[in-house]
């Protein structure tokens, strides 16, 4: 079963940019879905994007579309978050996941069985 292990959290201003990634471990991401969720403080876990590894197909939750990216690199096992124009309501802890079914139209965390440690991500107004 592959681990994902996340980098690239920290503290950014209002509008600013940060990428994360997720790379895998103990076996590849190939036939997978990565995954990526956020759990502000007092809030429920919430689904941010979610990629295909064997199609490339995207999916994103509503609240993202337009600011954020996520992309995979084959040769690196790493799937990336690009995060533009953050906004303090971005401000969360980020969990990497893996789903073996594959598909980018799964979007639920029940569904995803491989979890990282997450990264902190905090925007400051």
């Known amino acids: 079963q592959v681990q994902p292990v996340e980098s690239g959290g920290g503290l950014v201003q209002a509008g600013g940019s940060l990428r994360l990634s997720c790379a895998a471990s103990g076996r590849t991401f190939t036939d997978y879905a990565v995954g990526w969720f956020r759990r502000a403080p007092g809030k429920e876990r919430e689904f941010v994007a979610v990629?295909?590894?064997?199609?490339?197909?995207?999916n994103y939750a509503d609240s993202v579309k337009g600011r954020f990216t996520i992309s995979r690199n084959n040769a690196k096992d790493t799937v990336y978050l690009q995060m533009n124009s953050l906004k303090p309501e971005d401000t969360a802890v980020y969990f990497c996941a893996a789903n073996h079914r594959g598909s980018s139209a799964i979007t639920s965390a029940g569904n995803f069985e491989s979890w990282g440690q997450g990264t902190q991500v905090t925007v400051s107004s």
């Open positions: 990629i295909s590894w064997a199609f490339g197909s995207t």
